[in-house]
C-alpha cells in the first residue's frame, strides 16, 4: 500500500516526539474533501506543536501544519471538485485535525476556500497563515478608522512571519511603519527593503512600563503579547488602535486601563483560526491584489519536511526571518 510523507508528533510516557514518517490513505482523518498538498508553511505555533514548547497538540498521534494548498484529489462535497485548488488556515488543523505537513490532508468541506485567482499554491503559502492574519490585523485597523495620514504605525515582532507582512503590506497603502525587533541592528536593510520608515529595538517595549507614554502611535500590529502590548498600548495616541493576535513574549498582558478610558484606545483581538468564512475570503482576495510579489519573494525561504524540524526550535528563538515555505514532496 502506497505511502504519503508526513510529519508525526507523538506523546507517550516514552517523552514527546516529532519525526519524519509515512501514513496511507486510510490513516486520514474523517472529512468531505481530500487534498494533495503541494504547499505548507512553518508557522509559530507549527513550531510549537513539533518542539511540543506549548500543549498546542490536543490529540495524539497528530500531523502538524495549521494551514496548506493543493488541489483536491476527493470530494463527497458538491462546493468541491476533482482538481480544484484550495486553501485552508486554521479551524483547529495541525492541533485537533491532522494538518497540512503531509503530502495528503483530508479536511472537512467548510474549512477550505478556493485559491484566489492570481495566486500560485507556493505565494499563497508564502503569504500563510502569518501574512493572513496580518491582513486581519490591517482591516481592523481600518475598520477602526486608522487613516495614513494619522501617524505611525508600529509592528512588533516585525521580522517574523506576521509583522513581515504586515510591514509590506502596511508600507504599500501608504501608512509610516515603525518595526520593532530584537534583532534592529542587523536587520534594518532588510526591514526598510519591506518599507519600514523606523527601526526600534524591542528592548525599548519589552520591560515592565508605565500605565500610560507618551502618545506615539495611530495604530500597532502586535503579534507579541506581554510587556511589550501593554507598553504598545499606553503609547498608543487618543482614538487609536492596537490589533493584537500573538503572544512571542507571553499570553499574560500586565497593563491597565488607562489608555482605554483616558484616551479611548482600542483594543482589537485578531483571530485568525476561527475567522468566519467572509472574512477569510476578504482577506485573501485583498493580499492577491494588494501583496508585492517582489518583496514577498523576499522574505521568503523554502524547505522540505525534514527541514521543518529542524528549523522549528530556530523559529521559537527568534532565529528565523520572514516567511518558510514547506514542500512536501520534495
Not at 198 to 225: F, M, Q, Y
Request: glycine letters at 12%; one cysteine or more; proline letters at 4%.
Amino acid at each position: 500500500m502506497a505511502g504519503f510523507k508526513a510529519i508525526l508528533v507523538d506523546k507517550s510516557e516514552a517523552g514527546y516526539t516529532a519525526k519524519l514518517g509515512e501514513i496511507v490513505r486510510e490513516d486520514l482523518p474523517e472529512g468531505e474533501v481530500t487534498v494533495a498538498v503541494e504547499r505548507s508553511t512553518l508557522n509559530y505555533k507549527d513550531a510549537l506543536a513539533i518542539t511540543g514548547k506549548a500543549p498546542v497538540v490536543r490529540k495524539f498521534p497528530m500531523v502538524p501544519g495549521i494551514d496548506f494548498a493543493g488541489t483536491v484529489e476527493e470530494s463527497s462535497d458538491p462546493a468541491f471538485r476533482k482538481g480544484q485548488k484550495v486553501l485552508l488556515n486554521g479551524w483547529g488543523v495541525g492541533e485537533t485535525h491532522w494538518g497540512g505537513l503531509a503530502q495528503r490532508a483530508r479536511v472537512k468541506a467548510g474549512w477550505l476556500i478556493d485559491l484566489p485567482e492570481g495566486l500560485s499554491a507556493e505565494e499563497a503559502m508564502a503569504i500563510g497563515t502569518a501574512g493572513y492574519t496580518a491582513m486581519l490585523c490591517v482591516m481592523a485597523l481600518e475598520r477602526n478608522g486608522v487613516a495614513p495620514d494619522q501617524g505611525e504605525i508600529l509592528v512588533t515582532g516585525a521580522c517574523g512571519g506576521v509583522g513581515s507582512v504586515a510591514v509590506t503590506l502596511l508600507a504599500r497603502a501608504g501608512y509610516s511603519v515603525t518595526a520593532s525587533t530584537g534583532r534592529a541592528a542587523e536587520e534594518e536593510g532588510y526591514l526598510r527593503s519591506l518599507g519600514a520608515t523606523t527601526i526600534i529595538d524591542r528592548a525599548e517595549l519589552s520591560a515592565p512600563g508605565k500605565p500610560l507614554a507618551k502618545e506615539r502611535w495611530a495604530g500597532v500590529v502586535d503579534s507579541v503579547g506581554s510587556h511589550t502590548l501593554a507598553n504598545a498600548c499606553a503609547s498608543t495616541r487618543y482614538g487609536g488602535t492596537v490589533a493584537a493576535c500573538g503572544l512571542a513574549q507571553g499570553m499574560d498582558f500586565p497593563a491597565t486601563v488607562a489608555p482605554f478610558i483616558l484616551r479611548g484606545v482600542t483594543l482589537a483581538g485578531v483571530d485568525s483560526v476561527m475567522a468566519p468564512l467572509e472574512r477569510r475570503r476578504d482577506a485573501w482576495t485583498r493580499l492577491a491584489s494588494e501583496i508585492d510579489r517582489k518583496k514577498l519573494a523576499s522574505i521568503t525561504s523554502k524547505a522540505g519536511l525534514e527541514d521543518a524540524l529542524r528549523l522549528a526550535p530556530e523559529l521559537l528563538a527568534g532565529k528565523v526571518r520572514g516567511r518558510i515555505v514547506v514542500d512536501p514532496n520534495a
